[in-house]
């Protein structure tokens, strides 16, 4: 037999044996769980495993060791945690407040807010995915959006919040911090651009082009073949539209969608213009009710880490834990805080799956004020 299978065969003996001990401390581990749970004594004890990080480096034989087997202690202690946060959800300690289900979002007659005006993507998106039959209000920033749906003057408000060539709304992301709203749905809309001018209007007679900032940077590369064209930035895509119906200066354009210059009365000069052909917007639809889709299979929440070496990994790594697959991370700066971040994750699951709330339950012990954004 050569030296190697010699080794692996010790390293399997070897292996044997850390298995069983491994197997022990769960089990004792999850005797301190039930433990926990009549005292009312935190999961998370971060003193007691900074102490016991100390003693296992203590008590290495050779110190060049040291450093990986604490690393490998973190890991067999985040572990145990994870284990007795399944636990207290398995015996109905959840940290889910109540919530309710639907089979569906209502779609007639209730009210629906959007940011813009007629005409504008998010007017698109709402009328995808409500129909005509619904009272529609129109706001002009995302904050009123957001606020009409949290005091409940409309049912629901629809908000962009992410773009497939753009990036994120970092804006729609911060308010969520501010109100008290649940994402129940999302919408999808493909983004087509268009140059939409006064009927008549020539290309070789436009010196000023207008529209939202992302539309513009979506159009970036055609617009860098007109760099003698002025560029002014609105609020919307529609109200550019509107801007240049409203000017009747034949040598202004707008960027905007061919559903926006239909309504204000302008034609299309050239069409898809916007440089990724797959250019699409997500939408969220907004409620002030922690009411969720019964079938939904998303899940977004948004946290705080404290600032300390692998604080977010841990958080991350619940997911993981509980296979769970995570579908989108942002991070945006906390305010009043240098340096801080709030983050907001997505994740695949259903509230009523056992491993989704066992990663919410070990990230809500872990972090800083957590919140659970919906289930859709």
Request: hydrophobic residues 35%; aromatic residues 10%.
């Amino acid at each position: 037999m050569s030296d190697l299978s010699e080794i692996r065969n010790e390293i399997d003996a070897t292996d044997r044996e850390i298995i069983k001990l491994l197997e022990k401390r769960i089990g004792l581990s999850k005797k301190v769980a039930f433990d926990k749970m009549k005292t009312g004594k935190k999961i998370f004890d971060k003193e007691r495993e900074l102490e016991k990080l100390s003693s296992v480096k203590n008590i290495v034989n050779d110190p060049a060791n040291a450093s990986d087997i604490k690393k490998l202690y973190e890991q067999i202690m985040s572990g145990s945690r994870k284990i007795q946060y399944r636990i207290l959800e398995e015996e109905g300690q959840s940290m889910l407040f109540p919530y309710d289900t639907m089979e569906e979002v209502p779609k007639k007659n209730v009210k629906v807010a959007y940011q813009g005006i007629p005409g504008a993507y998010a007017h698109i998106a709402l009328r995808k995915f409500f129909g005509r039959d619904t009272f529609e209000f129109n706001v002009p920033t995302w904050k009123e959006a957001f606020s009409a749906a949290a005091n409940g003057s409309v049912d629901y408000a629809i908000l962009p919040i992410d773009n497939s060539t753009a990036g994120s709304v970092a804006e729609v992301y911060d308010l969520f911090n501010e109100f008290q709203v649940y994402i129940v749905a999302e919408e999808y809309v493909k983004i087509e651009h268009s140059l939409l001018a006064l009927p008549g209007t020539e290309l070789k007679d436009i010196k000023t082009v207008i529209s939202h900032p992302q539309a513009l940077m979506q159009c970036k590369k055609y617009l860098e073949n007109h760099q003698d064209w002025r560029r002014k930035t609105c609020s919307n895509t529609a109200i550019s539209a509107k801007t240049v119906k409203e000017d009747e200066d034949k040598t202004q354009a707008a960027i905007a969608s061919v559903e926006a210059g239909k309504i204000y009365g302008l034609e299309p000069v050239e069409t898809g213009i916007n440089h990724e052909a797959k250019n699409t917007t997500r939408f969220v639809v907004l409620s002030n009710k922690r009411c969720f889709l019964k079938n939904a299979d998303k899940v977004s929440i948004e946290f705080e880490t404290p600032n300390e070496k692998g604080a977010l990994y841990n958080m991350l790594s619940t997911v993981v834990y509980n296979d769970l697959n995570m579908i989108k991370i942002e991070s945006r700066p906390l305010k009043g805080s240098e340096w801080n971040s709030r983050f907001y994750l997505d994740f695949e699951g259903n509230l009523s799956d056992s491993k989704v709330r066992d990663a919410l339950r070990g990230i809500y012990e872990e972090c800083i004020n957590m919140r659970l954004l919906g289930n859709y």
